[in-house]
């Protein structure tokens, strides 16, 4: 069974910096997506980031990338500039061949000015 | 545009009680999921469908039910409520392929 672990339950970076949030993860197939979801007090999960994994080149969103490190199963988020709007839990998510997400325990993510 | 809903989104009910959360997705896609989401263990699958008349079992799925009657809706049944079953609620859609899943905004549950 695949496994995904955050290891860091709580983050806090100031308005302006940058912050790394790590995961890793758990699998012996060789085809699959990760992806890492906000969950912002609303309670919507919003999807930030995806990367697949026969992609070599790391994925980024304006603000938002990822380091994906195949072998090592690792795949962290990286976030620039960091913004008040960014405070929320962070969800790292695995999904493979039987399209069923496997979630981390969450890293909650604190901006101070 | 396309879209998931889950109703209600907030509900109280009694221990020993039958309880159903709706989930309805207009995505047209094929795969359904439920999830439950507590402090600590962050999501977690109850149920899954892969189509109409498919339901299979995740790894808290004990207390749980779900039935797939067409492609749009997966129904989640707590046959009888217990307080460890105080959670929030997710449904999911996804299609083959695509990898990414779209959620509902989610059913607070309280069982008192």
């Known amino acids: 069974a695949q496994t995904v672990t955050q290891s860091q339950p709580e983050m806090s970076v100031q308005e302006a910096e940058t912050v790394t949030l790590s995961c890793t993860y758990d699998t012996s197939e060789s085809d699959y997506y990760l992806f890492w979801y906000k969950q912002p007090p609303s309670r919507q999960m919003i999807l930030v980031i995806r990367q697949e994994a026969y992609k070599q080149q790391n994925a980024t969103e304006n603000r938002f990338s990822v380091n994906f490190q195949k072998a090592a199963k690792s795949f962290s988020l990286k976030i620039s500039d960091s913004q008040l709007g960014d405070a929320a839990m962070y969800f790292c998510?695995?999904?493979?061949?039987?399209?069923?997400?496997?979630f981390g325990t969450g890293t909650r993510l604190q901006v101070t000015l | 545009d396309a879209e998931i809903t889950q109703s209600p989104r907030h509900k109280i009910t009694e221990t020993g009680r039958q309880v159903t959360l709706a989930c309805h997705q207009t995505?047209?896609?094929?795969?359904m999921f439920w999830y439950r989401q507590d402090l600590g263990h962050g999501l977690r699958l109850i149920h899954y469908?892969?189509?109409?008349?498919d339901t299979n079992k995740g790894e808290v799925s004990d207390g749980y039910s779900v039935s797939r009657s067409n492609t749009e809706d997966l129904p989640l049944t707590l046959e009888s409520a217990a307080s460890s079953q105080t959670s929030v609620y997710f449904c999911a859609s996804s299609e083959w392929g695509l990898g990414e899943a779209f959620f509902g905004q989610g059913t607070r549950l309280t069982v008192v």
């Open positions: 998510a695995y999904t493979g061949t039987a399209s069923k997400l496997t």
């Open positions: 995505w047209n896609h094929n795969n």
């Open positions: 469908s892969y189509g109409v008349q």
